[in-house]
């Protein structure tokens, strides 16, 4: 019979190079430290590489909605009221090309029913531009400019450029929606912080212990999970005082939606705890002498983090619509603030749902994060778990 070496000389040389190859990416996969083969699980999650992409434009935004959006989220502009969504334009009335622009807007009205209507002159063009001057701000509340995105280089007075239209008060909606990201997006992730936060301590202690502190604290995870989550959500908001100012407003229902959410994920650390407090490593870590916070901290905690992680990732998206829900029916964050579920009150009136139907467009955002938010934590579930076929 011959040998492997002397059967490896008689494959093909393509068959030998792709041999080789193989060989080279099970020694990658062997060698790999667990980051990386998680990273490398995750990218073959290909909804989930979309949706992160379009989380990393969502949050780019929120942070940095002075420089994104065109114009001040309060600024009136009374000849655009109810103004439909500008159409950017690369082909003029002629055929001839150009860079993007739009067309200068008129605005009259209809002599039957007395609605307003925006017809485009197409003897003007105004041209749209990048990083341009408009109103001054300051970024990430530091540095003073007045560069925005992109915009039009007339005043305002002449021409303005509204990418999802404007609302019954002549508010640019896509400068708003910007803005309203910032406070949206944001409440999710410091609401889970805090769950975090409070479901690691109470369900890390009560699997760790056991006893009657497990019981206790079980008991209290029940009682709340037995209350419907909507009406403890409106009867706490509805205890904060009206005239609290917009910051307090925000940290008030981002501590009442974090006191309901912790009870998930405590849940979830004690079972973890239940099933490691026992294992070899824990024992080892008490018999050199590691106090029980270390060994809470520093090998339990970890071992799951990665759980964890994912988890999170799909808890955010039930904190966005919590925030949403009560500003929609008024029991969360009110005006001046802007949040998305602020910009949807719009929607609860009737003709402005009639006559611009753009005033649903932050719905469209709040749709789009939470399934982002979704298939992120389903690629990082699937992640989790490097080792696992």
């Not at 002449?158 to 508010?171: S, T």
């Amino acid at each position: 019979m011959a040998t492997s070496s002397e059967a490896d000389n008689l494959l093909p040389q393509n068959d030998l190079e792709v041999a080789e190859e193989l060989k080279g990416e099970e020694e990658k996969i062997y060698v790999a430290p667990p980051w990386r083969l998680m990273w490398w699980r995750f990218r073959r999650h290909r909804m989930a590489v979309v949706s992160a992409v379009v989380l990393a434009v969502f949050y780019f935004v929120a942070i940095f909605c002075e420089f994104v959006a065109p114009y001040n989220p309060e600024q009136f502009f009374i000849k655009y009221k109810m103004a439909p969504p500008t159409r950017i334009h690369l082909r003029d009335a002629e055929g001839k090309w150009h860079l993007p622009f739009v067309y200068r807007i008129e605005r009259s009205r209809d002599e039957q029913t007395m609605r307003s209507l925006f017809v485009e002159d197409t003897s003007t063009r105004y041209p749209l531009r990048f990083f341009v001057r408009g109103d001054e701000y300051k970024l990430l509340g530091l540095f003073k400019t007045n560069i925005h995105l992109f915009g039009l280089t007339v005043s305002r007075d002449e021409q303005g450029i509204f990418l999802l239209g404007a609302d019954r008060m002549g508010r640019d909606l896509f400068s708003r929606l910007c803005y309203g990201a910032r406070l949206s997006l944001s409440i999710g992730l410091v609401g889970v912080f805090l769950s975090l936060i409070l479901g690691v301590i109470l369900g890390g202690l009560s699997g760790y212990y056991g006893g009657t502190l497990d019981v206790i604290i079980q008991r209290v995870i029940e009682l709340i999970r037995t209350i419907p989550s909507i009406p403890l959500w409106m009867a706490l908001s509805a205890a904060l005082p009206p005239d609290w100012p917009v910051v307090r407003v925000y940290f008030g229902i981002t501590v009442i939606l974090s006191l309901i959410g912790w009870t998930w994920m405590a849940r979830v650390v004690r079972g973890r705890f239940l099933a490691l407090r026992e294992e070899d490593f824990v024992l080892a870590a008490r018999l050199v002498g590691s106090s029980e916070m270390r060994i809470i901290l520093r090998h339990m905690v970890p071992s799951f983090l990665s759980y964890i992680i994912a988890s999170l990732t799909i808890a955010i998206p039930n904190m966005i619509l919590g925030e949403t829900g009560l500003s929609f029916i008024g029991l969360g964050l009110r005006p001046p603030a802007i949040s998305w579920g602020v910009l949807l009150q719009e929607a609860q009136n009737v003709r402005s749902l009639a006559l611009c139907p753009w005033v649903l467009t932050p719905a469209l955002a709040v749709i789009i994060a939470v399934l982002a938010f979704n298939f992120v934590g389903d690629g990082l579930r699937d992640a989790a778990d490097p080792y696992a076929r």
